[in-house]
């Protein structure tokens, strides 16, 4: 969790949650962009009201799956 909460940071996101642990809540008005890539993309992350993105990781979170979110928050903002 915190190597994607580095990566997420780094393009422009910010999390909710300053401590955590294994979950993540990004607050984004890119919500939209990013559940139409993320579903391209066969990934599933949790979309609450006001948009907060939250992604949930565990063991089984593999570090590929870790750029892989990136490369789609990278998208939705326009980074490459």
Same mark, same amino acid.
């Given at each position: 969790? &915190? #190597? #994607?909460?580095? #990566?997420?940071?780094? !393009?422009?996101?910010? %999390?909710? +949650?300053?401590?955590?642990?294994?979950?993540?809540?990004?607050? /984004?008005?890119?919500?939209?962009? $990013?559940? @139409?890539? &993320? #579903? +391209?993309?066969?990934? +599933?992350?949790?979309?609450?009201?006001?948009? !907060?993105?939250?992604?949930? $990781? +565990?063991? /089984?979170? /593999? /570090?590929?799956? $870790?750029?892989? !979110? @990136?490369? $789609?928050?990278?998208? &939705? &903002?326009?980074? %490459?």
């Amino acid at each position: 969790a &915190a #190597l #994607l909460n580095a #990566l997420l940071e780094k !393009i422009g996101y910010n %999390q909710e +949650n300053k401590l955590f642990f294994d979950t993540l809540r990004i607050k /984004t008005d890119k919500k939209e962009k $990013i559940r @139409e890539l &993320a #579903l +391209n993309n066969g990934v +599933n992350f949790y979309y609450e009201g006001d948009g !907060i993105i939250g992604i949930s $990781i +565990n063991e /089984t979170t /593999t /570090t590929e799956d $870790i750029y892989e !979110i @990136e490369k $789609i928050f990278a998208e &939705a &903002a326009g980074v %490459q």
